[in-house]
T-cell receptor
Framework: KAGVTQTPRYLIKTRGQQVTLSCSPI?????VSWYQQTPGQGLQFLFE???????NKGNFPGRFSGRQFSNSRSEMNVSTLELGDSALYLC?????????????FGDGTRLSIL | GQNIDQPTEMTATEGAIVQINCTYQ??????LFWYQQHAGEAPTFLSY????GLEEKGRFSSFLSRSKGYSYLLLKELQMKDSASYLC???????????FGTGTRLTVIP
């Protein structure tokens, strides 16, 4: 069974640009969550989608948005990029939302802002 | 708010036992997860605790005390490949997202 796939693996952008990151969950998984990972802050929750609906959102500005398609694939968009947006963006999927259900992570997209 | 604390770095010797602690203060609790993350790779699921006590899985064990807001991950018979970051995370009750600590970077030396 293929794991969570994130594309692209690396991205370099400049301030003010916008970027779209893609995540394909494990087949059959309907929940997709996005996290930002930085050395000082660790993993911070961005948002979660389940069956094309955003169910939960973390404490990030409105420049960060996402969506989920009917095949459970998800995209995350960041507009008006800032230097502080440089980070590893991780996507995680789970089969359902039971408490014991672990999230399975992709390798992430490393975004660098110049 | 959510506060999850772990030591930043630890060093241990190959073949030894190491205990990585995690304390949490969260507005709710719906289970605690441990993940392993090698540099440049995805975090991988290690264990889940929701009730007090010890869960054992091969060389890895995880303990939880809900009354103390405390968990630890115990790694036995350390191997060089265990050098990685270990992430403690608490599940947000009523939601599916996880709150993570900043992680503990473990270095295993010969």
């Amino acid at each position: 069974k293929a794991g969570v796939t994130q594309t692209p693996r690396y991205l370099i952008k400049t301030r003010g640009q916008q970027v779209t990151l893609s995540c394909s969950p494990i087949s059959g998984h309907r929940s997709v969550s996005w996290y930002q990972q930085t050395p000082g802050q660790g993993l911070q929750f961005l948002f979660e989608y389940f069956s094309e609906t955003q169910r939960n959102k973390g404490n990030f500005p409105g420049r960060f948005s996402g969506r989920q398609f009917s095949n459970s694939r998800s995209e995350m968009n960041v507009s008006t990029l800032e230097l502080g947006d440089s980070a590893l963006y991780l996507c995680a999927s789970s089969a359902g939302t039971a408490a014991a259900e672990p999230q399975h992570f992709g390798d992430g997209t490393r975004l660098s802002i110049l | 708010g959510q506060n999850i604390d772990q030591p930043t770095e630890m060093t241990a010797t190959e073949g030894a036992i190491v205990q990585i602690n995690c304390t949490y203060q969260t507005s709710g609790f719906n289970g605690l997860f441990w993940y392993q993350q090698h540099a440049g790779e995805a975090p991988t699921f290690l264990s889940y605790n929701v009730l007090d006590g010890l869960e054992e899985k091969g060389r890895f064990s995880s303990f939880l005390s809900r009354s103390k807001g405390y968990s630890y991950l115990l790694l036995k018979e350390l191997q060089m490949k265990d050098s990685a970051s270990y992430l403690c995370a608490v599940r947000d009750p009523g939601a599916n997202n996880l709150f993570f600590g900043t992680g503990t970077r473990l270095t295993v030396i010969p």
